[in-house]
């Protein structure tokens, strides 16, 4: 599950410095916190790489950190995406550090790949 993400060119973010490094830097960051859950994680993964895939602009930077195993990295990424509460799997888009765009798990959840990939080619459209 780890690597379906990282073999379509997103960073492992395990660590509290490599969260804030990858949030803080200039420009658009995708940071997408992985999880086990099937349903939600099983449609999260497969739409964020066909927005990838499909998308006319891109962030500049693609992270992801792993909910229940990278414990100190999601819990800082998470602080990062407040004011919306704790949420895995959660999609995080942020420019020169401010967050733009956030897809909770509710939104996640009961939706196909290609609904989630729409709703980040958006994104990707307004923000990148």
């Known amino acids: 599950m780890r690597e379906d993400l990282n073999?379509?060119?997103?960073?492992?973010?395990?660590?509290?410095?490599?969260?804030?490094?990858?949030?803080?830097?200039?420009?658009?960051?995708l940071?997408?916190?992985?999880?086990?859950?099937?349903?939600?994680?099983?449609?999260?993964?497969?739409?964020?790489?066909?927005?990838?895939?499909?998308?006319?602009?891109?962030?500049?930077?693609?992270?992801?950190?792993?909910?229940?195993?990278?414990?100190d990295a999601v819990e800082r990424a998470r602080k990062y995406m407040l004011p919306y509460p704790p949420s895995s799997p959660s999609i995080a888009l942020f420019k020169d550090g401010k967050l733009m765009h956030m897809i909770e798990r509710h939104h996640i959840e009961g939706r196909t790949a290609e609904m989630i990939a729409e709703n980040l080619k958006m994104a990707f459209e307004e923000f990148c």
């Open 7 to 29: 073999a379509v060119g997103f960073k492992q973010i395990t660590t509290v410095e490599e969260v804030d490094q990858a949030v803080n830097q200039d420009g658009t960051v």
């Open 31 to 71: 940071v997408v916190l992985n999880s086990v859950c099937g349903c939600a994680a099983g449609s999260m993964r497969p739409g964020v790489k066909h927005a990838i895939k499909t998308s006319a602009k891109l962030p500049a930077h693609l992270t992801t950190t792993f909910a229940g195993v990278d414990r």
